[in-house]
């Protein structure tokens, strides 16, 4: 089955912008979903298919793909924004659906 | 409200059998694709199981011929029937509700708050 890789921890200053990639094969065929997890909650959904945020979702979060690579920026970020993000799609082979590694954000 | 409220977790012993339930508000499961993921502690989210609107279900390779996803109409309500329970089953489970925003966009939504699985004697 397919994997998506992103880069372990990322750090950004507050009011910083930084930005988070997965890459993987199935992102070719399929808009990567990001999340943000912390500590002790279920996971949030904060963009879907090529830009879009659900109802609630600051403004500040957006998303871009290009090729194998989702990203995902956070421009001005918030002491609250500390979390970890996971990216997912769909998955062209194997098992149908497929979790990045995720990414621990730590605003300093 | 839209909501999915988990419940059955616990402590199994290995080899041992447990069944989750998900409970959904505010929307019907049935006329949904439905999934299982699962975190183990300390560790990055991890797909276990789906079934879709039609009835279709697939599973992770990690758990294939162990466990089951099914569905009760009547009560809207999503269950994993967990066999054959191994130490490396242990995790946080959380049901989800997919949605799909065009052919190649779709994410989980909506999430349940979680129910710890404990494979331990």
């Known amino acids: 089955s397919s994997e998506l890789t992103q880069d372990p921890a990322v750090s950004v200053a507050l009011g910083q912008t930084v930005r988070i990639t997965c890459q993987g094969d199935?992102?070719?065929?399929?808009?990567a979903s990001w999340y943000q997890q912390k500590p002790g909650q279920a996971p949030v959904l904060v963009i879907y298919?090529?830009?879009n945020r659900p109802s609630g979702i600051p403004d500040r979060f957006s998303g871009s793909s290009s090729g194998n690579t989702a990203s995902l920026t956070i421009t001005g970020a918030q002491a609250e924004d500390e979390a970890d993000y996971y990216c997912n799609s769909r998955d062209s082979s194997g098992n149908p659906y497929v979790f990045g590694t995720g990414t621990k954000v730590t605003v300093l | 409200e839209v909501q999915l409220v988990e419940s059955g977790g616990g402590l199994v012993q290995p080899g041992g059998s447990l069944r989750l339930s998900c409970a959904a508000s505010g929307f019907t499961v049935s006329s949904n694709y439905m999934s299982w993921v699962r975190q183990a502690p300390g560790k990055g989210l991890e797909w276990v199981s789906v079934i879709y609107s039609g009835g279709s279900t697939y599973y992770a390779d990690s758990v294939k011929g162990r466990f089951t996803i099914s569905r009760d109409n009547s009560k809207n309500t999503l269950y994993l029937q967990m066999n054959s329970l191994r130490a490396e089953d242990t995790a946080v489970y959380y049901c989800?509700?997919?949605?799909?925003?065009?052919?190649?966009?779709?994410?989980?939504?909506?999430w349940g708050q979680g129910t710890m699985v404990t494979v331990s004697s």
């Open positions: 199935s992102l070719r065929s399929y808009y």
């Open positions: 298919g090529k830009n």
């Open positions: 989800a509700k997919e949605t799909w925003y065009s052919g190649s966009s779709r994410a989980f939504d909506i």
